[in-house]
């Protein structure tokens, strides 16, 4: 499916429509971008207060810093136990911790000075990080300019006829970057209040349609009207 890049108005009115319908969304929690990437890790399949309070495990422990959290990795599934999988995720984050090390001591101000787009190589060749993981390490942590899609913007947008569900995940990112401003801040207020809207209306199952903020938004696009029609039966 070709994705447009005439939609800058009409992705722009979505935004507006929404954050005023919301407010700002104050994302990604974390006091550190260490504490972001781990969230980011963590965050798979599960919901944020989990991941809270293993990331709380791990302060406790006096082990939020990447060389000590390496040094210590017999304890990480203990710690990370509450965000599920553990298993799992901790050879992920052990995965993450050897690549960030190696690659740039454990220090974000390393890191920063790599290009975008060989950082979001590098971190897709870890096991377990894809896409979306990757892409919100660049844009929480690092500050770049890189549009996060997830399940939320897929549901969202495909309901309201603008692409389909199963478009790749690269070609979605680039519709949102060709069309929107290249600005970290609307990118990261964006991608939280599509997931507001996810998750308090464009439900999987009983979505509330009828109270949706953006159910009536409709602009001109190429001589035509675009009029957001929800399908919840995508």
């Not at 993450?96 to 090390?101: A, E, H, S, T, V």
């Not at 970057?177 to 809207?197: G, M, S, W």
Request: include cysteine; hydrophobic fraction near 35%; aromatic fraction near 12%.
């Amino acid at each position: 499916m070709k994705l447009r890049r005439n939609f800058s108005k009409h992705l722009l009115t979505i935004y507006k429509t929404l954050y005023n319908s919301f407010g700002p969304q104050d994302w990604w929690p974390g006091d550190s971008p260490f504490e972001i990437i781990i969230g980011a890790i963590l965050t798979q399949n599960t919901n944020w207060r989990n991941v809270s309070k293993a990331i709380n495990n791990i302060k406790r422990a006096r082990l939020l810093e990447p060389k000590k959290l390496l040094k210590h990795k017999r304890v990480i599934p203990r710690l990370i136990r509450p965000s599920g999988f553990y298993k799992l995720k901790s050879q992920r984050l052990i995965g993450f911790l050897n690549y960030y090390i190696k690659n740039y001591q454990g220090s974000v101000e390393e890191m920063d000075r790599q290009k975008t787009e060989i950082l979001r190589k590098e971190l897709l060749q870890i096991s377990g990080i894809g896409n979306e993981t990757a892409d919100a390490i660049l844009l929480y942590a690092l500050s770049r300019p890189v549009f996060v899609v997830d399940t939320y913007t897929r549901r969202i947008f495909s309901r309201h006829k603008i692409f389909n569900y199963h478009v790749p995940y690269d070609e979605i990112r680039y519709f949102f970057e060709i069309n929107l401003p290249n600005d970290v801040q609307l990118y990261n207020e964006y991608h939280a209040l599509l997931v507001k809207l996810g998750k308090e209306y464009c439900k999987i199952t009983k979505p509330l349609c009828n109270t949706c903020p953006i159910r009536d938004i409709k602009t001109w696009i190429s001589g035509y009207v675009i009029q957001s029609e929800c399908n919840p039966f995508r």
